[in-house]
């Protein structure tokens, strides 16, 4: 069965600094991982995603994530975080072999923004 | 275009009560998911659903039904509601039924069970 582990329920961090929010997953195949945003009484938002081939993913907003299979990790960054980046992300996974839409969500982490 | 479009918004029922949410998705697009977000937690996946015919199910009771129609919307049933049931749920929808396509959300309909 799949699952996501997302490290950290909060993660605070002042304006200009990295955001880096974890994400470790399992999968007994090769698998899709996504990241969504969702800002407070909306639906989720598609950051970015990988499917096949390279390994770092680069997404809406400045936020890119790395695949490291080694690792079983998505990790989500973003060089310097912005007051506008406050709010709830979910890393998510998905079995390429179903090739259906089922989606395994994390827990989720709400970022905190400093100023 | 317009976006995925969920109605109502809001909606307050009693325990034992039976509540229909409905969903409309992207133009264009053939599959539309379900997903059932308690506070505080991830999103859980309910119903797939692809050109009118059930292709997924979480692990959910019978209480929980689907179906789609031909212009591709869809209604979510659940029947004999329980305070449980008090949720954000969320519709996606996506070009085809594969998980490699983008899934875009619409903004969910709350439900509170009295």
């Known amino acids: 069965a799949q699952s996501v582990t997302q490290l950290g329920s909060h993660v605070s961090v002042s304006e200009g600094a990295l955001v880096l929010l974890r994400c470790n997953y399992s999968?007994?195949?090769?698998?899709?991982l996504f990241w969504y945003v969702q800002y407070p009484n909306q639906g989720l938002q598609l950051l970015l995603k990988?499917?096949?081939?390279?390994?770092l993913v680069k997404g809406i907003n400045g936020f890119e994530a790395e695949f490291k299979k080694s690792e079983t990790s998505f990790h989500l960054t973003k060089p310097s975080a912005h007051m506008s980046d406050a709010a709830e992300y979910f890393c998510?996974?998905?079995?390429?072999?179903?090739?259906?839409?089922?989606?395994?969500f994390g827990k989720g982490t709400r970022l905190h923004i400093l100023p | 275009d317009a976006g995925v479009t969920q109605s109502p918004t809001h909606l307050i029922k009693t325990r034992g009560q039976q509540v229909t949410l409905r969903c409309s998705p992207i133009s264009g697009h053939k599959s539309v998911s379900w997903y059932q977000q308690v506070l505080g937690q991830g999103p859980q996946f309910i119903f797939q659903y692809y050109e009118k015919e059930e292709r997924g199910r979480g692990n959910f009771p019978d209480r929980f039904s689907a179906r789609q129609f031909p212009n591709y919307s869809s209604e979510l049933n659940v029947n004999a509601l329980l305070l449980g049931d008090s949720a954000l749920y969320l519709c996606?929808?996506?070009?085809?039924?594969?998980?490699?396509?983008?899934?875009?959300f619409g903004d969910g309909t709350r439900l509170s069970i009295l």
């Open positions: 999968s007994s195949v090769p698998p899709y």
């Open positions: 990988y499917t096949t081939g390279a390994t």
């Open positions: 998510a996974v998905s079995d390429q072999a179903l090739r259906d839409d089922k989606i395994i």
């Open positions: 996606a929808s996506s070009r085809d039924r594969f998980s490699d396509q983008p899934q875009h």
